[in-house]
């Protein structure tokens, strides 16, 4: 069966970095492309970051430009996210998708504060 397990999430100071991976299985990860999504609270969920399955073409929230990179591995089946000059507002829980097919993986928190 399709699993995508986040991890790397965690508390971190504002100004901080955190990377966050997806290992996903269970379908042919090259073959799809991958989004980091996440939903803060009392907010709905949206789009960080996206990429092609693979790899040569990326997209992001203009919140996070600048500021996070989204990469993949497709021999590791693996997708991540490197968080750079984190902020307050940037606190939530990420979610791996891979949205065509509705698959999401159970998220990982991130809480940026001092």
């Known amino acids: 069966q399709v699993q995508l397990v986040e991890s790397g999430g965690g508390l971190v100071q504002p100004g901080g970095s955190l990377r966050l991976s997806c290992a996903a299985s269970g379908f042919i990860f090259s073959s799809y492309a991958m989004s980091w999504y996440r939903q803060a609270p009392g907010k709905e969920r949206e789009l960080v970051a996206a990429i092609t399955s693979g790899g040569d073409s990326t997209n992001y929230a203009d919140s996070v430009k600048g500021r996070f990179t989204i990469s993949r591995d497709n021999a590791k089946n693996t997708v991540y996210l490197q968080m750079n000059s984190l902020k307050p507002e940037d606190t939530a829980v990420y979610y791996c998708?891979?949205?065509?097919?509705?698959?999401w993986g159970q998220g990982t928190q991130v809480t940026v504060s001092s």
């Open positions: 998708t891979v949205l065509a097919p509705g698959w």
